[in-house]
C-alpha cells in the first residue's frame, strides 16, 4: 500500500509560489473587512471583499448581533429540523419571502451548503441538472452530491444550453442552474434566454444570487427582479456572507418545493443552524436595502451607496463604482 499522505509531500505550485515571494493566499488583515484595511502591518487599499454595501461596520447590523448574543447565546447546538429552530428564523425566513416575493424560504448554515442542499435534494436519480461551466463550486458540488446527471453547456452559451436539453430524455426531469452574477467574471447570467429555452423544454430553473442580492434588481432583489422575471425563475439560492455582512444561506421557492427540501435535505437536516447573533445582523436588512421603496423613505441602500445606479434595470454591461464601498460590480 502506499502512503495516503504522500501527494502531501510532493512539491507543488505553492511551494514554488511561496519561494518566489508571490504566494497570495491567507494574508491575516489585522482590522475590520472594510475598504481600507490593515495587512500584516501595513495599509492596503480592499479590492477583493464581496462587503458590497459597506454593511460589515453598519452600527445598526454590529449592535444587532450584540443584542442576540446577549439575549440568546452563542450557538443553537442542533440542526433547524430538532432543536435548532428559534423563533427568528422563521420570521427571517418569513421576512425574505416576502421581500423576495416567494411562498416560501428555508435557511441554510452557509451559502455553500445552500447549494449543496437544494439541488441534492431536487435533483433526483432520474433526473439531469444543467450547468453553466463557470458556476461556483459549490453548484458543483452540489451536482455530485446528487443522484442526477451532470451537463454542462459552455459559458453563456445559449446554443449550447439548447443542445444539452435536447438530449434530456423525455422521462427525465430537469434543472438548469446558473449563477445570477457570475463570481469570477462579474458578468450577469442570460436569464431571459434561460428562462425561455426551460419553457420550451419543460425544464425548471434555479439562480445563485450569492453576488446579485442587495447589488442588482428592484430594490436589490437579485438577478431575476433585474430581468422582471420573477415567475419564471423557480428557486432562488443566496447569501447572507457578502452583501448581508453576516453568514448563512437561504433558498426561495414555492412552499412545496421548500417544505419538500425541508424534509429530504442532509445539508438542511443534519448541520446546525444558523447561530442567533448571525440572523439578527440579517434581520431586517431586506427592509432596510429596500426602504427607500416605501413612500418618503430615504433612498434604497443600494442607491444610496451608489448614486450613479439608474432608476430601474441598468444596462447589462454597465460597471458601477460603489464609492463608499470595496468593489467594483455590475
Ligand atoms: C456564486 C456563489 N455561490 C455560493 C457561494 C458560497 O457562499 P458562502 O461563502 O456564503 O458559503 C459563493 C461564495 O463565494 C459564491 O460566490
Do not use: W
Request: proline residues 5%; neutral net charge; charged residues 25%.
Amino acid at each position: 500500500m502506499v502512503d495516503l499522505f504522500e501527494k502531501c509531500r510532493q512539491r507543488s505550485r505553492v511551494d514554488d509560489a511561496k519561494d518566489k515571494g508571490i504566494y497570495p493566499y491567507f494574508h491575516a488583515l489585522e482590522t475590520r473587512q472594510d475598504c481600507e484595511v490593515v495587512m500584516e502591518g501595513k495599509r492596503r487599499i480592499m479590492l477583493g471583499s464581496n462587503n458590497y454595501l459597506g454593511l460589515t461596520t453598519e452600527p445598526e447590523v454590529i449592535e444587532a448581533g450584540i443584542k442576540a448574543l446577549e439575549q440568546y447565546g452563542t450557538g443553537c447546538s442542533g440542526s433547524r429540523f430538532l432543536n435548532g429552530t428559534l423563533r427568528m428564523h422563521i420570521e427571517l425566513e418569513e421576512e425574505l419571502a416576502h421581500f423576495l416575493g416567494k411562498e416560501a424560504v428555508t435557511t441554510f448554515s452557509t451559502g455553500f451548503q445552500s447549494n449543496l442542499g437544494i439541488i441534492s435534494a431536487v435533483v433526483g436519480r432520474h433526473d439531469v441538472v444543467i450547468c453553466d461551466r463557470e458556476n461556483h463550486a459549490s453548484i458543483y458540488d452540489g451536482c455530485r452530491l446528487s443522484f442526477g446527471k451532470l451537463m454542462m453547456y459552455r459559458h453563456a452559451d445559449m446554443e449550447d444550453l439548447e443542445a444539452q436539453l435536447q438530449k434530456v430524455p423525455d422521462t427525465f426531469g430537469c434543472l438548469i442552474v446558473t449563477d445570477g452574477i457570475f463570481s469570477m467574471g462579474g458578468d450577469i447570467a442570460k436569464l431571459p434566454e434561460i428562462c425561455a429555452l426551460a419553457k420550451k423544454y419543460g425544464a425548471r430553473v434555479m439562480v445563485d444570487d450569492a453576488h446579485a442580492l442587495g447589488v442588482i434588481g428592484k430594490g436589490g432583489r437579485g438577478s431575476a427582479s433585474h430581468f422582471g422575471l420573477e415567475d419564471q425563475v423557480d428557486i432562488y439560492m443566496g447569501t447572507f456572507s457578502k452583501s448581508l455582512a453576516s453568514l448563512g444561506g437561504y433558498m426561495a421557492a414555492s412552499r412545496e418545493v421548500v417544505e419538500y427540501v425541508r424534509h429530504v435535505s442532509r445539508p438542511f437536516i443534519f448541520s446546525a443552524s444558523i447561530t442567533p447573533s448571525h440572523l439578527l445582523q440579517v434581520a431586517g436588512l431586506p427592509r432596510r436595502i429596500h426602504g427607500g421603496l416605501r413612500a418618503g423613505g430615504p433612498a434604497p441602500r443600494h442607491q444610496r451607496l451608489s448614486p450613479q445606479v439608474p432608476e430601474g434595470p441598468p444596462h447589462p454591461h454597465h460597471r458601477i463604482r460603489d464609492p463608499r464601498g470595496s468593489h467594483l460590480y455590475l
